[in-house]
């Protein structure tokens, strides 16, 4: 922000800098897309009077469809987010939750909730146009400040939501039903924010510009063509071969791989611990049985140890190069572990607390392989590989779901052993990944490379010096 003063010295203006107006926008947008604290009880919801579905209904013919729908409509939503450069698309996200939170409120039965999965997955999918629009509108050099401060607007709003919606219920103020009218009125705000973002004006492939930097230190685009003469057909033909580029050029390093293929198949655990929780939960303590539900503020308590755990993780310089492998069996194990005893438990407060530990277990790793994939990327590669990281890990989720979940109708407590033997397995892999890089590089090589990471700056981080598509 800037202060403008008259020659007299009083106040004369206020000016903020466009960076921190789209900034505040995109917090904004992203505290009030994610304050939905009817989430937390959305299996109750649907169990209710309200709703009046079975457990099989719910568990077996509405739940899997959300896993579908994001594993189908990823791809296409990747490739109009740059198409459509980014703002269109964030408004279709906002879009797809207000009619999620419609058909929650309006629409009755089976077919209806798995139209709810369905535009929900169509939300899920499309925030990929959030995550990357930041690094198109906003100065390279406010990339870190920005994304920390959209994910802690993001981490506030799932926050507010937990604890919202534990102490509407708990105090019989609003009941599940209820709840979604304040999740809609948030949903409704963010589509509104959504429409305030100013466009963007180049993407990654169809509208690829090339970067020049300013006296200012900013990162400016500037077209390399004339954009009159450039057709879109000549456009799209040249998009296949900087993806396939940028694909070649990532995928090419082992120690990319490495991190992916944990990334890819851990992810894919965590999605299924998360939309099989409530359901767990639900067969432990059901809610004709008990009295008061904890599972709002279990949420609130995971996101904010979360937070603080992965903003922790970046004050912590260990050499991954040789660590983390080791570091990631190690903590795959204890996952596997918690979520075997998730299902064999009859204790509540155990599923609490073990579905608290491996929430923040995860995200604290997810930060560090989303850390180390990203440096050895070029900044315009970043979204490509998480794209396809996400991809394979939805491809993953969806068999998962069709073999476990579907065709064999295993009940939420045998779901979770299964879970956990599938973190038990990810981990021998990387165990045996551990024990291979310490055998090749040696005690003496280990000693020489040292315990810390080198406070340097990461290979590939500027800009590429590309040319327009």
Not at 67 to 88: C, E, G, M, N, Q
Not at 203 to 219: D, L, Q, V
Not at 248 to 274: D, E, H, R
């Amino acid at each position: 922000m800037m202060s403008v003063f008259d020659e007299t010295g009083y106040f004369h203006a206020f000016k903020m800098d466009a960076w921190l107006k789209t900034c505040l926008l995109l917090c904004l947008y992203g505290f009030f897309k994610e304050l939905r604290p009817s989430e937390p009880f959305l299996t109750e919801y649907l169990l209710g009077p309200q709703q009046n579905l079975t457990e099989n209904q719910v568990y077996y013919e509405v739940y899997p469809v959300w896993t579908y729908s994001y594993l189908s409509l990823l791809i296409a939503v990747f490739l109009l987010t740059d198409l459509l450069r980014y703002k269109p698309v964030i408004v279709f996200e906002g879009c797809g939750y207000v009619v999620t939170w419609c058909l929650l409120l309006w629409a009755r039965g089976v077919p209806a909730m798995q139209l709810v999965e369905f535009t929900y997955g169509i939300a899920t999918s499309t925030e990929v146009a959030y995550y990357t629009y930041i690094y198109a509108k906003v100065p390279a050099r406010f990339y870190q400040r920005v994304t920390s401060y959209t994910r802690a607007a993001i981490l506030t709003g799932r926050f507010l939501s937990g604890v919202l919606s534990q102490v509407l219920t708990s105090s019989k103020l609003m009941d599940y039903h209820s709840l979604n009218y304040i999740s809609l009125t948030g949903v409704s705000i963010a589509l509104v924010l959504a429409c305030l973002l100013p466009s963007a004006s180049s993407s990654i492939y169809f509208h690829r510009h090339k970067y020049a930097s300013t006296s200012e230190g900013e990162s400016h685009t500037q077209l390399t063509e004339n954009h009159f003469e450039v057709t879109f057909l000549a456009k799209v033909s040249k998009v296949p071969g900087l993806i396939w580029k940028d694909f070649i050029n990532a995928y090419s390093n082992n120690y990319l791989i490495k991190w992916s293929i944990w990334w890819a198949f851990a992810t894919c655990g965590n999605f299924q611990v998360g939309n099989y929780i409530q359901p767990l939960w639900e067969t432990i303590a059901p809610m004709n049985e008990t009295e008061t539900l904890y599972n709002g503020i279990v949420e609130a308590v995971q996101t904010l140890l979360s937070a603080l755990a992965a903003l922790s993780v970046g004050y912590l310089h260990l050499n991954w190069e040789i660590f983390g492998e080791g570091t990631l069996a190690v903590m795959s194990v204890v996952d596997g572990v918690l979520l075997i005893f998730m299902g064999f438990t009859d204790s509540i407060a155990v599923g609490y607390i073990n579905y608290i530990l491996f929430r923040v277990s995860y995200q604290v790793l997810i930060t560090i392989a989303s850390y180390q994939v990203a440096k050895q990327l070029r900044v315009d590669s970043y979204g490509l590989v998480f794209g396809i990281n996400m991809f394979v890990s939805l491809l993953i989720q969806s068999l998962v779901t069709l073999v476990i979940v579907q065709v064999l109708e295993t009940g939420p407590p045998l779901q979770f052993i299964i879970y956990g033997s599938y973190f038990l397995i990810l981990a021998f892999l990387f165990f045996v990944l551990s024990a291979h890089t310490c055998g090749r590089l040696g005690c003496n090589k280990m000693r020489e490379i040292g315990l810390w990471e080198a406070q340097s700056e990461s290979l590939n981080r500027g800009h590429p010096d590309t040319t327009e598509a």
